[in-house]
């Protein structure tokens, strides 16, 4: 065999040997070997969002106060007089039921000698009318609109102030310290207001049955 059969003899045989190879993912891989299917990708199901609970409502109307303190001995007796029963009263007879159940229970809970403290009495009371729930303000509706019941007893608070010249309580505030009351609460924190805006003030007024 001469020398260029050979070279061409051997040349068909490399040729035959690369050609049994095909380069795949930069490794060499025969050209019988099956190719792997990529693995199925199972969706992961989403979980239902849970349902959302409803906010309980704020109702003042439902509530049972509790039995008034006991009246106290007579002062000579080395009491005091009987502002925390008075009080009482006043709350059951001025807030709303769930608001006077505050106020009670928590005259209950003060000692003897806090019971007589005029200021930590009528603290109770604030506390609870605090507590209450907010009576939403009537929607804007031009200069004819129609005001609510707390909106007109506070401007009338506001009026009998401004007449004695004392600032009186914002309409915000006011309509806060109203919404826990039934209408004689108002109308003795109102009766109160007209002479007592200056040295009382709307937290000394509040439910007040006697403006003295």
């Known amino acids: 065999m001469d020398r260029g059969a050979f070279f061409l003899a051997?040349?068909?045989?490399a040729a035959g040997g690369v050609g049994g190879y095909v380069v795949r993912d930069q490794g060499m891989i025969s050209r019988d070997t099956p190719v792997q299917a990529a693995p199925a990708v199972t969706a992961t199901p989403v979980a239902a969002a849970a349902p959302t609970t409803p906010l309980p409502v704020c109702d003042d109307t439902t509530?049972?106060?509790?039995?008034?303190?006991?009246l106290p001995y007579a002062a000579e007796e080395g009491g005091c007089s009987p502002v925390a029963n008075k009080r009482c009263?006043?709350?059951k007879?001025?807030?709303k039921p769930r608001v006077a159940e505050h106020a009670?229970?928590?005259?209950t809970a003060l000692t003897g000698a806090q019971k007589c403290d005029a200021n930590r009495v009528n603290l109770c009371g604030h506390e609870a009318l605090m507590s209450a729930c907010a009576e939403p303000e009537p929607a804007q509706a031009g200069a004819n609109a129609t005001p609510d019941d707390l909106t007109t007893r506070c401007q009338q608070i506001s009026q009998s102030c401004s007449a004695s010249t004392t600032s009186g309580p914002s309409i915000r505030?006011?309509?806060?310290?109203l919404a826990?009351?039934?209408s004689v609460g108002r109308d003795r924190t109102a009766d109160c207001m007209r002479t007592h805006c200056g040295d009382k003030g709307l937290i000394g007024c509040e439910a007040l049955s006697e403006a003295k």
């Open 10 to 13: 051997l040349g068909a045989l």
């Open 63 to 70: 509530g049972s106060p509790a039995t008034c303190p006991p």
């Open 89 to 91: 009263e006043d709350f």
């Open 93 to 95: 007879a001025s807030f």
């Open 104 to 107: 009670v229970s928590c005259l």
């Open 173 to 177: 505030e006011c309509r806060a310290t």
């Open 180 to 182: 826990g009351m039934t």
